[in-house]
């Protein structure tokens, strides 16, 4: 069964660095093809891809926000954290994280999501 | 980057109808389109992958079609549960992008 879970700091103050923790249980980020993307969810509004990682370390980033956004996995843990930074009011939003699951070579998709934290930006 | 529009934004539907929500996509993206619905307060969950093939228990009201860049989500005799956001998400090539959202409102 795979789970994932975020958690984080709820209020972030403008001009900070947020750290977001997923930690995931049910599949291992060392196994080839696995990987874990990060989405954010404005209050209202649609989703917004961030970033991916892969079992391999190879990284994606969404273009508006890469200079922001790092991504970095921890396998024995089991756990991916995103830091962002420079945290304005316009990036509240709900951050999930999900996994990335391969069927066969470029055929892939993300088919289980985190609960999502909900985090706010305001002094 | 390639931009999903989703119309309808918005649809109020009585029970039994049938509901469908259109995804075009701003380039072709051959069959790497997914959708997914959001219930209130809850995370998104996968309805279809690859345009048309289904999820393992999911109901089978819930069907996809199309390729390259027009797509569509069918509901079959909506029911009440069936209220919610639903939207499409392509992962033919970075950057991933999401359509803008349909929300489902039973009447």
């Known amino acids: 069964q795979i789970t994932l879970k975020e958690s984080g700091p709820t209020l972030v103050k403008p001009t900070q660095t947020l750290t977001l923790t997923c930690t995931f249980y049910?599949?291992?980020?060392?196994?080839?093809?696995?990987?874990v993307g990060w989405i954010r969810q404005p209050p209202g509004k649609a989703l917004e891809w961030l970033a991916l990682?892969?079992?391999?370390?190879?990284?994606h980033y969404s273009p508006s926000l890469n200079s922001r956004l790092t991504i970095t996995k921890d396998t024995p843990k089991n756990q991916v954290v995103l830091t962002m930074t420079n945290m304005d009011p316009v990036d509240t939003a709900t951050y999930y994280c999900?996994?990335?699951?391969?069927?066969?070579?470029?055929?892939?998709?993300?088919?289980?999501w985190g609960q999502g934290a909900l985090v706010t930006v305001s002094s | 980057e390639i931009v999903l529009t989703q119309s309808p934004d918005f649809q109020s539907v009585t029970p039994k109808e049938k509901v469908t929500i259109t995804c075009r996509a701003s380039?072709?993206?051959?069959?790497?389109l997914h959708w997914y619905q959001q219930k209130p307060d809850q995370s998104p969950k996968l309805l279809i992958k690859?345009?048309?093939q289904s999820i393992s228990g999911v109901p089978s009201r819930f069907s996809g079609s199309g390729s390259g860049t027009d797509f569509t989500l069918t509901i079959n005799s909506l029911e009440a549960e069936d209220a919610a956001a639903y939207y499409c998400?392509?992962?033919?090539?970075?950057?991933?992008?999401f359509g803008g959202g349909t929300k489902v409102e039973i009447k």
């Open positions: 990682i892969y079992w391999n370390d190879d990284k």
């Open positions: 998400h392509q992962s033919s090539s970075f950057p991933l992008t």
């Open positions: 999900a996994h990335r699951r391969e069927d066969s070579g470029s055929v892939w998709y993300f088919d289980y």
């Open positions: 690859y345009a048309s």
């Open positions: 380039q072709s993206i051959g069959s790497y």
């Open positions: 049910g599949f291992s980020l060392s196994t080839s093809g696995v990987g």
